[in-house]
C-alpha cells in the first residue's frame, strides 16, 4: 500500500495521536481519559503508520520490540501494587495506593504508575498482533 | 519457617543465574542455603523434638495473615513430623544440589536443572509446614508440577516426556480428589487450620460424610505415593537424571502421601475402614515392590520397586495403628530416607564410573571403585535390615509393631517377612553383584567419582550406620516426638540395637535366612517369578497406554464436530450456547419484567439508531467481506457516537478505538482469508438455523437490556464512588478511578489477559510463519 496521500497524512497524524494518547493517560486520572484509552489511540496510531508505510518503519518507529514494552508494562503494574507494602502503618494489602502529596495541591501516586502499566500492555500488545499479522508474509 | 521456604524459592529463581557465572563451583554456593535451612531446624530439635520427653506438646506455630478480609492465611506448624521431614528435605537436598553438581557438570542446562530442583525443595518444605489445608493444597500441587519438570528434563527423549506426562496425570488427578476431601473436611471440621480440626474435638469419624472425605484423601495420598494400583509411573519416572531420583524416593515427592496419611491420622485414623485400606494396600504394595525388585536388573529401577516397598510399609504401619506400629513409622521413615538416598546417588555413581546401570553387565567392581563400594555396602546392609544397622532397628520394631496387632497382624507379619527378605536379596543384587566376583568388562574401565558425587551417599550411608550404634541419639532428640505428632499422645521412644530374645529378633532371623536363600537361589526364583508374572499378567503401564489412547480417540472426533475450521461454525455454536442459556435461564425465572424505564429519546438518538438499523441489513446483505466489515463499522461508530450524545466520553472514545483498531486488524486478517464462501453454497436450512439463532439471540440480548433499564438502579454505589473517588484516590474521573484504584486488582487480571492474548496471537502467527519457512525448505 503505497499511497502517497495516506503517507504524507499518517506523517502528521501519527505524531499527533502519540502525544494525544500521553496526554489522555496523563489526564485520565481527573478528565475523560487513561491508560486504556491511551494505548488504545497510540496502539492506533502505530498500526496506521504500519499502514502507511509498513511493519518496518513501525519497528523503527518503536523504542523496543512490542513484546518488552508489554512486559514492562505488566511489571509496572505489578511494582505499583507492591508499594503497599510500604509505608507508615506496615505493610497494607496488595495495590493500596500510595501518594506523594505536593504543597500546590498536586498529587503523585502509585495508581499513575499503574495507568503507565496499562497503557505499554495495551500499546505493546496489540502492536504485538499487528505487526505479527503484517508480517506474516 | 515462611522465611525458610521462601529463601529456598528465591534460591531457586537465583539459581541459573548463580550457575551462569559460577560453572564449575555454583553447586557448592548453591548448597550454602539449604544448609544454613537445615542448620535452623536442627535447632529446633531441642524444642521441638523433645516432645516425647514430657515436656508437652510444643509446636512452634507460625501464622501469617494473607487475605485477612478473607480469613485466608499463611499457617506454618513444626511439630515432631514436619520437623524430621523438614531436616530431610533441606539436609538430603544440600547433598542432592552439591551431587547434581558432579553429576551434570557441563550439562547444557544444569542451571535450569538447580531452578527445578530447589523449586521443588521448597514446595515440598512448604508441604510439610503447611498447617492451613488451602497452602498444603498449593504447595502439593506445586510438588507435581516440579516434578514433572524434573523427570522430563531430558525433554528430547520421548520416554522421559511419557514417564513425566504419566507421573502429573496421576498424581494431579489424585490432587483434584485430595482439593475436594480437604474442602470437605474444612466444611466438616469448621476450620481449615490442621491444628484446629484436631484440637476442636469434632469428631469426625462418627460423621456421615467421614467415608466420602476419607476416600478423596486417601485417592490424593495414595497416588501421590505410588501405593498399588497407581504404583506404576514410580519406576517409569527413573528416566529422571540420577539427583532427582534420589531426591523423589528419598526424602520427598513419594513421600508427600505418607506424610498427609501420618498427619491426617489422630484426626481420621482408627477406624475399621481405616485400618483394612492401609494396612491392605500398604502390604499389597510392599510385597509387589520387593517381586518388582527381584525381578528387575536396572539398579536404579531395583532402587525404585524398593522404595514401593518402602512406602507400602510405611502406610501400612500407619494403619496398624498399634503403639509399635507408629514407633516404627518414625524409624523405618528415617532409615529408608537414609540408605534410599545414599543408594540412588551411589548408584548414580556407578553408572558414572563404568557407564552401565545393568546387574548383568556389572561385576568385580570392587578393585576400581572402592569408596562407592563401601557407601553401598553400608546402606544396602541398612536396606537389608542387618545389625548393627539403623534399618534393622527399624525392621525390629516394625515386628514388634505387627505382633501386637492381633489376628490380622498375622497375615500381615508373613507377607512383611517375605517382603523383607526380598530386601535382603535386592540388597545383594545392588552390592554383591556388582561389586564381588571377578571383573567384568565394564569394569575394566571403570573409575572412581569426584567428590562431590560421594559426598552425599557418603554421608547417608554413614549416618545410617551411626544411628543403628548410637540409637539414642535419634531417638530422644527427633522420634519420640515424630510419633507423638502421629498418634497425639506423648511418647518416648527407647531404641536399642539388642533387645534380648524377643519374638521380633526370632522374626528377623527368619527374615534373614530366607533373605539369603533368596539371594543364593536368585537364578531360580527369578525364572519362578517369570513363570508367576506369565500366571497375573498383571500391566497397568499398558493399560495406561490404551487408557490415553482411547481418550485421545473420543477427543478427536469431539474437536472435530466442534472445530472443523470454519469461523462460521464457531460463531454459531457459541451464539447458539449463549442462547440456550440466557433464554433458558429467562425462561425458568419466569420471564423477565420488560418494561421502557426513563429513556430520554432525542432526535439525534433516533438519528443513530436508524443509522445501525441500516448499517446491520448492510452487513447481512453484503456479498463480500470488505462489505459486511465496512457495514458493521457503521454500526460500531454509531454505538460510539450514541456513547458521547448520552454522556460517556470515556467509553465513547474507546468504542472509537476499538472500532478503528478492529477495523484494521480484520482488514489485514482479510487479504490472508480464502475468498468469501458464496451464498448459494450454504444450503437453504442453514441459512435459516443462522439467522433464526441470530434473531432469537438479539432478541433475548434486547429484552434484558429494556428490563435493565425498567429495574430502578440503587444508587448507593456511584454514591459512594463519586463521593469518595477525590478523597481516597485524588481523581475527579470517577471512570478512571475506579479502573486504576477501586478496583485496580481487576484490570491487573485484565491487563495480564491482554499480554496473554497479545503473546499467543503473536506466537500462533510466527508458528505457522517458522513452519511455512521450514516446509519450504525440504
Excluded at chain 2, 434 to 441: A, E, L, N
Excluded at chain 2, 718 to 724: H, L, M, P, V
Aim: neutral net charge; glycine residues 12%; proline residues 4%.
Amino acid at each position: 500500500m503505497h499511497s502517497l496521500i495516506l503517507q504524507t497524512g499518517t506523517r502528521l497524524i501519527t505524531v499527533l495521536m502519540l502525544l494525544f494518547s500521553i496526554f489522555i493517560l496523563w489526564r485520565g486520572h481527573n478528565e475523560p481519559g487513561g491508560g486504556f484509552i491511551g494505548g488504545l489511540i497510540a496502539a492506533t496510531a502505530f498500526a496506521l503508520h504500519g499502514a502507511a508505510f509498513g511493519a518496518d518503519a513501525v519497528r523503527r518507529l518503536l523504542p523496543a520490540d512490542p513484546r518488552t514494552i508489554l512486559a514492562c508494562g505488566l511489571v509496572a503494574a505489578i511494582i505499583s501494587g507492591l508499594f503497599a507494602l510500604f509505608g507508615e502503618g506496615g505493610p497494607d494489602p496488595f495495590m493500596t495506593g500510595r501518594w506523594v502529596e505536593f504543597p500546590n495541591g498536586f498529587a503523585l501516586g502509585t495508581p499513575v504508575l499503574f495507568d503507565i502499566g496499562v497503557y505499554l500492555v495495551v500499546v505493546g500488545g496489540l502492536i504485538a498482533m499487528v505487526l505479527a499479522l503484517m508480517e506474516e508474509d | 519457617m515462611l522465611t525458610a521456604v521462601l529463601a529456598i524459592f528465591l534460591l531457586a529463581a537465583v539459581a541459573p543465574t548463580v550457575h551462569r557465572f559460577l560453572p564449575h563451583q555454583s553447586h557448592w554456593v548453591l548448597a550454602l542455603v539449604p544448609a544454613a535451612v537445615t542448620a535452623w531446624f536442627a535447632m529446633q530439635l531441642p524444642e521441638v523434638g523433645a516432645i516425647g520427653s514430657g515436656h508437652g506438646e510444643q509446636a512452634v506455630i507460625q501464622v501469617i495473615p494473607w487475605i485477612p478480609s478473607l480469613g485466608v492465611e499463611l499457617a506454618f506448624r513444626l511439630d515432631g513430623l514436619a520437623l524430621m521431614f523438614a531436616l530431610l528435605i533441606t539436609g538430603i537436598g544440600t547433598f542432592i544440589v552439591i551431587y547434581a553438581g558432579g553429576y551434570l557438570h557441563g550439562h547444557v542446562h544444569q542451571g535450569r536443572f538447580y531452578l527445578f530442583i530447589i523449586a521443588f525443595m521448597a514446595s515440598m518444605l512448604g508441604l510439610v509446614l503447611a498447617d492451613d489445608v488451602v497452602s498444603l493444597f498449593v504447595f502439593w500441587e506445586l510438588t507435581s508440577i516440579t516434578s514433572f519438570m524434573l523427570i522430563s528434563f531430558n525433554h528430547e527423549d520421548p520416554s522421559s516426556r511419557r514417564s513425566a506426562v504419566q507421573a502429573l496425570l496421576v498424581t494431579a488427578s489424585g490432587g483434584l480428589a485430595l482439593l475436594g476431601g480437604l474442602v470437605l473436611l474444612g466444611q466438616t471440621a469448621g476450620s481449615f487450620r490442621l491444628t484446629e480440626i484436631e484440637a476442636s474435638g469434632v469428631d469426625l469419624r462418627q460423621h456421615a460424610l467421614y467415608l466420602p472425605i476419607l476416600a478423596l484423601l486417601l485417592l490424593g495420598a495414595f497416588t501421590k505415593s505410588a501405593q498399588v494400583p497407581f504404583h506404576f509411573w514410580l519406576p517409569n519416572a527413573m528416566d529422571a537424571p540420577t539427583p532427582v531420583s534420589a531426591y523423589l524416593h528419598s526424602a520427598t515427592m513419594v513421600k508427600a502421601g505418607v506424610y498427609l496419611v501420618a498427619r491426617l491420622n489422630p484426626t481420621m485414623g482408627g477406624t475399621d475402614v481405616w485400618f483394612y485400606t492401609l494396612v491392605g494396600f500398604g502390604t499389597v504394595t510392599a510385597l509387589w515392590g520387593g517381586y518388582m525388585a527381584l525381578r528387575s536388573v536396572d539398579m536404579k529401577k531395583i532402587l525404585a520397586y524398593t522404595t514401593l516397598f518402602a512406602l507400602g510399609t510405611l502406610v501400612m504401619l500407619v494403619g496398624l495403628g498399634t503403639p509399635y506400629a507408629f514407633q516404627a513409622f518414625g524409624v523405618f521413615l528415617l532409615a529408608h530416607a537414609l540408605y534410599k538416598g545414599a543408594l540412588f546417588m551411589a548408584a548414580g555413581s556407578v553408572d558414572h564410573g563404568s557407564g552401565t546401570r545393568d546387574v548383568r553387565e556389572l561385576s568385580g567392581l570392587w578393585g576400581k571403585m572402592k569408596v562407592t563400594g563401601v557407601i553401598i555396602a553400608l546402606a544396602s546392609l541398612s536396606m537389608a535390615g542387618l545389625p548393627p544397622f539403623f534399618g534393622f532397628i527399624g525392621k525390629e520394631v516394625m515386628y514388634e509393631g505387627m505382633l501386637e496387632a492381633g489376628s490380622f497382624g498375622i497375615i500381615v507379619t508373613i507377607s512383611m517377612i517375605l517382603a523383607n527378605a526380598t530386601m535382603l536379596g535386592a540388597a545383594g543384587l545392588v552390592f554383591w553383584k556388582p561389586f564381588m566376583g571377578r571383573p567384568s568388562p565394564a569394569a575394566d574401565h571403570a573409575h572412581e567419582s569426584g567428590i562431590a558425587l560421594l559426598l552425599g551417599p557418603a554421608a547417608l550411608a554413614g549416618l545410617g550406620l551411626l544411628f543403628g550404634l548410637f540409637s539414642g541419639i535419634p531417638g530422644a532428640n527427633l522420634l519420640g516426638a515424630v510419633t507423638t505428632a502421629v498418634t497425639g499422645i506423648d511418647t518416648v521412644l527407647d531404641l536399642h540395637l539388642w533387645h534380648g530374645i524377643t519374638p521380633a529378633l526370632g522374626l528377623s532371623v527368619i527374615t534373614v535366612a530366607l533373605g539369603v536363600v533368596l539371594f543364593l537361589a536368585l537364578g531360580r526364583v527369578k525364572s519362578a517369578l517369570d513363570g508367576l508374572a506369565r500366571v497375573s499378567r498383571i500391566n497397568v503401564d499398558a493399560a495406561w497406554d490404551h487408557i490415553l489412547a482411547g481418550l485421545d480417540a473420543v477427543f478427536t472426533v469431539v474437536t472435530r464436530r466442534m472445530q472443523p475450521g470454519y469461523l462460521r461454525t464457531y460463531m454459531f455454536l457459541t451464539f447458539l450456547s449463549i442462547t440456550v442459556l440466557l433464554g433458558g435461564t429467562i425462561l425458568l425465572k419466569g420471564g423477565l419484567p420488560i418494561g421502557i424505564g426513563s429513556i430520554e429519546a432525542s432526535y439525534l438518538g433516533w438519528f443513530l439508531a436508524a443509522l445501525m438499523v441500516i448499517g446491520t441489513i448492510g452487513a447481512v446483505a453484503a456479498t463480500s467481506r470488505l462489505q459486511a466489515i465496512t457495514a458493521l463499522s457503521v454500526v460500531g461508530l454509531a454505538i460510539a457516537l450514541l456513547f458521547l450524545v448520552y454522556g460517556a466520553p470515556d467509553v465513547g472514545i474507546t468504542q472509537l478505538m476499538v472500532e478503528t483498531l478492529t477495523v484494521i486488524i480484520i482488514v489485514l486478517v482479510l487479504a490472508r482469508l480464502p475468498p468469501f464462501k458464496k451464498r448459494e453454497q450454504l444450503s437453504n436450512w442453514v441459512r435459516l438455523r443462522n439467522g433464526a439463532v441470530s434473531i432469537a439471540l438479539g432478541a433475548i440480548v434486547t429484552s434484558i437490556l429494556l428490563a435493565v433499564s425498567a429495574i430502578e438502579q440503587p444508587l448507593d454505589l456511584s454514591e459512594f464512588f463519586a463521593a469518595r473517588s477525590y478523597v481516597d484516590a485524588h481523581g475527579r474521573n470517577v471512570v478512571n478511578v475506579i479502573l486504576v484504584d477501586f478496583r485496580g486488582f481487576d484490570t491487573l487480571g485484565e491487563i495480564t489477559v491482554v499480554a496473554v492474548a497479545g503473546l499467543g496471537v503473536f506466537a500462533l502467527l510466527k508458528a505457522r510463519l517458522s513452519r511455512k519457512v521450514q516446509g519450504g525448505a525440504d
